[in-house]
């Protein structure tokens, strides 16, 4: 018995369990996801990233760029986090 199937046998609805997993995997994903593009951004532009993209130090462009990379990296995390746990319980 895999430990999908162990974990489901504990909630009495498969949403409920999805969610938990999606919830759990996501935080993790956002762990990893930060410091995979502080990381980037450090060697694209050899400067720290933005801390605070709302500080008026911080120019715009840096801003808006930071602000943009951060939220389509994680929503696609997300998309393909949850797609994955949702298709692994539909082909079960």
């Known amino acids: 018995m895999s430990l999908f199937e162990k974990i489901k046998e504990s909630f009495d609805d498969d949403v409920q369990v999805n969610n938990w997993i999606v919830g759990g995997a ?3 994903s956002a762990i990893l996801v930060k410091r995979i593009i502080e990381f980037a951004w450090q060697k694209a532009t050899h400067e720290e990233p933005p801390k605070n993209p709302a500080d008026r130090e911080v120019s715009l ?3 808006l760029l930071w602000t943009l990379l951060v939220s389509v990296t994680s929503s696609l995390v997300k998309l ?3 797609r994955n746990v949702t298709w692994d319980e539909r082909k079960s």
Do not use: N
Request: glycine share 0%.
């Open 26 to 28: 996501t935080m993790i």
């Open 61 to 63: 462009q840096q801003a």
């Open 80 to 82: 393909f986090i949850r």
